[in-house]
């Protein structure tokens, strides 16, 4: 079993910043691959960002998000970060971490969820 908790999520201009935590309790996260995913009312769960077990290299990141949002991992404190940069409204989501124990690609592939983190960008 594994636990997932998100942190850093809020209200942000346009233009501006966040920076996310999973917080991973439980058995060991580095043997799990690792994603962001977010949601907005009436819509799936889209995947933004994944990283592998182990060596923590990026393996996907949405369209939508390349060049600003950098996702990476920190084994030794048991946490997976999302960087989110030149932030748009459209980013606006809740934000959920998710692991997995094969290469995260669809909601499918996930085996433990976080509890989800509101980002908000106003333009």
């Known amino acids: 079993q594994v636990q997932l908790v998100e942190s850093g999520g809020g209200l942000v201009q346009a233009g501006g910043s966040l920076r996310l935590s999973c917080a991973a309790s439980?058995?060991?996260?580095?043997?799990?691959?690792m994603a962001w995913f977010r949601q907005v009312p009436g819509k799936e769960r889209e995947l933004v960002a994944a990283i592998t077990k182990w060596s923590g290299s990026p393996t996907y990141y949405t369209d939508s998000v390349k060049g600003r949002f950098t996702i990476s991992r920190d084994n030794a404190k048991n946490t997976v970060c999302l960087q989110m940069n030149s932030l748009k409204p459209e980013d606006t989501a809740v934000y959920y971490c998710?692991?997995?124990?094969?290469?995260?690609?669809?909601?499918?592939?996930?085996?433990?969820w976080g509890q989800g983190t509101q980002v908000t960008v106003s333009s």
């Open positions: 439980g058995r060991t996260s580095s043997r799990y691959f």
């Open positions: 998710a692991a997995g124990s094969r290469d995260i690609t669809t909601t499918q592939t996930v085996d433990y």
